[in-house]
């Protein structure tokens, strides 16, 4: 498409500009130059997206990616796992350091970047590891990192179990103005479990997790921020337990914020029956008592964000057995329409939403926010709410197809994505 182009007959909606009504968006070389009720004779050398009965949202943003590059480049790589999201409505993503080698040194954050810049759909924002190798035994050197470009320290996929470390971790956090993303896990109550602990795991045979051991973490970490007067940011929290502990936390006016991903508030444990290991996350499925109350978490404000935590597989990792199979879906091409049935649900309104997926994380990550505002760069996600489609994990732009939702019937996706003002056309022939 042209540099010039016109959104015509959308309904807009941004809570941060207060608007949302039918509008005309015009883009002039990258940028929002005007938004209004009515544009008429756009330039002759003007694209034109016709968006009525469509949405124009400020793009999404998501704050927990993996990406696998550098390492692991059969399972993802910047340049599909960038594709999958601006496909998914993503206009960035914040990738962890859980890479090979690991993102613990300013070289691997600068390959990161170079690479995103070269072969990236959209904008990649690194999360350095918070300890060397993510071994939990010596803290990274975090100023290095945070000097190369990185937007947080996360050692997700295994917990920080060394509490001293984390204590100074987060106080570094606070030096810094960049946020430390638990993983919440206690190693020891895991003991290697592989699904929710309860009666499903027992009908299959399967060690158990036991809510205890995300909670305990929690409290750990909740504390730890007190102390040090850190920035804590709790990764993907699943069970009614860790909701009520950051509830509790917030209302004390402690730095904290947590996340969710849409299969902890859209399907349970039960997925899991019949050995599935597209259900295989972690930490898992939880009960059904835990998917309401992160529902009730996402209505009421406990829950900051929506993030994808895309965890991409090679289909033969995900074909061993349940026991061997490696924890993780992949989430960025099903996000938007997952987070859209809460919506039609009532369980949380659409502002709430654009909220979660789009603005918070900016806020939360210290990142530009996006905004349909003149005078901001373009970065717009365009949704059309009404189109139906199935889950067809064979038709992904990730390399993952490991997901829990095959054959799942959704309503909504993005039709449009606008990364920097260049306009996608998500789903052109389908």
């Given at each position: 498409?042209?540099?010039?182009?016109?959104?015509?007959?959308?309904?807009?909606?941004?809570?941060?500009?207060?608007?949302?009504?039918?509008?005309?968006?015009?883009?002039?070389?990258?940028?929002?130059?005007?938004?209004?009720?009515?544009?008429?004779?756009?330039?002759?050398?003007?694209?034109?997206?016709?968006?009525?009965?469509?949405?124009?949202?400020?793009?999404?943003?998501?704050?927990?990616?993996?990406?696998?590059?550098?390492?692991?480049?059969?399972?993802?790589?910047?340049?599909?796992?960038?594709?999958?999201?601006?496909?998914?409505?993503?206009?960035?993503?914040?990738?962890?350091?859980?890479?090979?080698?690991?993102?613990?040194?300013?070289?691997?954050?600068?390959?990161?970047?170079?690479?995103?810049?070269?072969?990236?759909?959209?904008?990649?924002?690194?999360?350095?590891?918070?300890?060397?190798?993510?071994?939990?035994?010596?803290l990274a050197e975090m100023a290095s990192l945070a000097d190369a470009g990185c937007v947080a320290f996360s050692d997700d996929g295994k917990p920080v179990m060394d509490s001293l470390l984390m204590r100074r971790a987060l106080e570094y956090s606070r030096i810094f103005g960049k946020p430390v993303i638990s993983h919440s896990e206690d190693a020891r109550l895991v003991a290697g479990?592989v699904m929710n602990e309860g009666l499903n795991a027992t009908r299959m045979g399967l060690r158990g997790i036991p809510w205890a051991a995300e909670e305990v973490m929690i409290a750990r970490d909740i504390a730890l921020c007190e102390l040090s007067g850190g920035r804590l940011h709790v990764a993907h929290i699943s069970t009614k337990g860790s909701v009520r502990l950051i509830r509790?936390?917030?209302?004390?006016?402690?730095?904290?914020?947590?996340?969710?991903?849409?299969?902890?508030?859209?399907?349970?444990?039960?997925?899991?029956?019949?050995?599935?290991?597209?259900?295989?996350?972690?930490?898992?499925?939880?009960?059904?008592?835990?998917?309401?109350?992160?529902?009730?978490?996402?209505?009421?404000?406990?829950?900051?964000?929506?993030?994808?935590?895309?965890?991409?597989?090679?289909?033969?990792?995900?074909?061993?057995?349940?026991?061997?199979?490696?924890?993780?879906?992949?989430?960025?091409?099903?996000?938007?329409?997952?987070?859209?049935?809460?919506?039609?649900?009532?369980?949380?309104?659409?502002?709430?939403?654009?909220?979660?997926?789009?603005?918070?994380?900016?806020?939360?990550?210290?990142?530009?926010?996006?905004?349909?505002?003149?005078?901001?760069?373009?970065?717009?996600?365009?949704?059309?709410?009404?189109?139906?489609?199935?889950?067809?994990?064979?038709?992904?732009?990730?390399?993952?197809?490991?997901?829990?939702?095959?054959?799942?019937?959704?309503?909504?996706?993005?039709?449009?994505?606008?990364?920097?003002?260049?306009?996608?056309?998500?789903?052109?022939?389908?």
């Amino acid at each position: 498409m042209n540099d010039n182009v016109l959104i015509k007959g959308g309904r807009v909606v941004d809570p941060a500009s207060g608007l949302d009504s039918i509008m005309d968006v015009f883009i002039e070389n990258g940028v929002i130059s005007k938004v209004s009720g009515g544009i008429e004779n756009p330039p002759d050398n003007c694209s034109v997206i016709d968006s009525a009965g469509l949405l124009v949202i400020p793009g999404l943003v998501d704050m927990h990616t993996h990406l696998r590059e550098p390492g692991f480049e059969y399972k993802e790589t910047i340049a599909t796992g960038t594709r999958a999201a601006v496909r998914g409505g993503f206009t960035a993503v914040c990738c962890m350091a859980n890479t090979n080698p690991v993102n613990d040194e300013p070289a691997i954050t600068r390959f990161i970047l170079s690479k995103a810049a070269s072969d990236g759909a959209c904008p990649v924002y690194p999360i350095g590891a918070i300890t060397v190798g993510l071994d939990g035994k010596n803290l990274a050197e975090m100023a290095s990192l945070a000097d190369a470009g990185c937007v947080a320290f996360s050692d997700d996929g295994k917990p920080v179990m060394d509490s001293l470390l984390m204590r100074r971790a987060l106080e570094y956090s606070r030096i810094f103005g960049k946020p430390v993303i638990s993983h919440s896990e206690d190693a020891r109550l895991v003991a290697g479990g592989v699904m929710n602990e309860g009666l499903n795991a027992t009908r299959m045979g399967l060690r158990g997790i036991p809510w205890a051991a995300e909670e305990v973490m929690i409290a750990r970490d909740i504390a730890l921020c007190e102390l040090s007067g850190g920035r804590l940011h709790v990764a993907h929290i699943s069970t009614k337990g860790s909701v009520r502990l950051i509830r509790e936390a917030k209302a004390r006016g402690l730095a904290v914020t947590a996340e969710t991903c849409p299969h902890y508030f859209t399907i349970t444990d039960e997925a899991c029956i019949g050995y599935n290991t597209a259900a295989k996350v972690n930490p898992p499925l939880r009960a059904r008592a835990d998917k309401l109350a992160i529902r009730e978490g996402l209505a009421d404000g406990t829950i900051d964000a929506i993030a994808t935590d895309h965890a991409p597989h090679h289909r033969e990792e995900k074909a061993m057995g349940f026991d061997d199979a490696p924890f993780g879906i992949s989430g960025l091409e099903t996000a938007l329409a997952l987070s859209l049935r809460m919506v039609e649900k009532g369980v949380i309104s659409l502002n709430r939403m654009i909220d979660l997926m789009s603005a918070a994380p900016c806020r939360i990550m210290g990142i530009p926010e996006r905004r349909i505002a003149e005078g901001s760069v373009a970065n717009i996600t365009i949704v059309d709410p009404a189109v139906e489609w199935e889950v067809d994990p064979a038709s992904f732009v990730s390399l993952g197809k490991n997901t829990p939702f095959e054959g799942l019937r959704l309503k909504g996706r993005a039709a449009f994505t606008i990364v920097n003002g260049r306009v996608c056309e998500n789903f052109k022939g389908d």
